[in-house]
Nanobody, 117 residues
Framework: QVQLVESGGGLVQAGGSLRLSCAAS????????MGWFRQAPGKEREFVAK????????YYADSVKGRFTISRDNAMNTVYLQMNNMIPEDTAVYHC??????????WGHGTQVTVSS
């Protein structure tokens, strides 16, 4: 079992920045790929970014590429999402997820991000 707890959400003006954190506990975090997803009201959950266990080979959704950066600190069992140049369309509940294999089997409860225009 892996437990994931997100933090760092809040209200920010368009053009501003936030950094989300996802603290993991339980099984060996450093072996797993991690991802960030988001869900806006009335919309389906969408992929944002992912990072493999090694930290290299990150991948981003086109909508956030160049603005968001995913990173991880395996010693701290934490994955981060740095969000810059934010736009109102970034408003959503952001969830981190853990993929021990090919699927994201473990999810956090999420943190609310609101971007005002």
């Amino acid at each position: 079992q892996v437990q994931l707890v997100e933090s760092g959400g809040g209200l920010v003006q368009a053009g501003g920045s936030l950094r989300l954190s996802c603290a993991a506990s339980g099984r060996i975090f450093s072996w797993y790929s991690m991802g960030w997803f988001r869900q806006a009201p009335g919309k389906e959950r969408e992929f944002v970014a992912k990072i493999p266990w090694s930290g290299g080979g990150t991948y981003y959704a086109d909508s956030v590429k160049g603005r968001f950066t995913i990173s991880r600190d395996n010693a701290m069992n934490t994955v981060y999402l740095q969000m810059n140049n934010m736009i109102p369309e970034d408003t959503a509940v952001y969830h981190c997820a853990c993929a021990p294999g090919s699927r994201y089997d473990y999810w956090g409860h999420g943190t609310q991000v609101t971007v005002s225009s």
